[in-house]
């Protein structure tokens, strides 16, 4: 059974980082597909970052260079550095996980993903 866990949400004031984590089991996802997506209150879940089998990555255009998507393959666990938080990155963040070899425009969209955690909730207080 696959399980996607996310970890490393919290309370932090704006300017101020975070780094969430995303650990994979129950099979490798070391040169799969995998990004993050988010959700506030009484909006869509929105696409944040992704990163191809290849190891490129993608961004959502509000991100500005501001988050940092990576993995490491070993620990089967995929990461979002998250810098210069603001009010507005306040939601809760998903990880998923494709065991389809999409390019970058599949990766935005959610409906590509096979797998997805229960989310971690990140809030920035201004």
């Known amino acids: 059974q696959v399980q996607l866990v996310e970890s490393g949400g919290g309370l932090v004031q704006a300017g101020g980082s975070l780094r969430l984590s995303c650990a994979a089991s129950?099979?490798?996802?070391?040169?799969?597909?995998m990004g993050w997506f988010r959700q506030a209150p009484g909006k869509e879940r929105e696409f944040v970052a992704a990163?191809?089998?290849?190891?490129?990555?993608y961004y959502a255009d509000f991100v500005k260079a501001r988050f940092t998507i990576s993995r490491d393959s070993a620990k089967n666990t995929v990461y979002l550095q998250m810098n210069s938080l603001e009010a507005e990155d306040t939601a809760n963040y998903y990880c998923?996980?494709?065991?389809?070899?999409?390019?970058?425009?599949?990766?935005?969209?959610?409906?590509?993903?096979?797998?997805w955690g229960q989310g971690t909730q990140v809030t920035v207080s201004s």
């Open positions: 998923a996980a494709t065991v389809q070899n999409y390019g970058s425009v599949w990766l935005r969209q959610a409906r590509n993903y096979d797998y």
């Open positions: 990163i191809s089998m290849s190891g490129s990555t």
């Open positions: 129950g099979r490798t996802f070391a040169n799969r597909p």
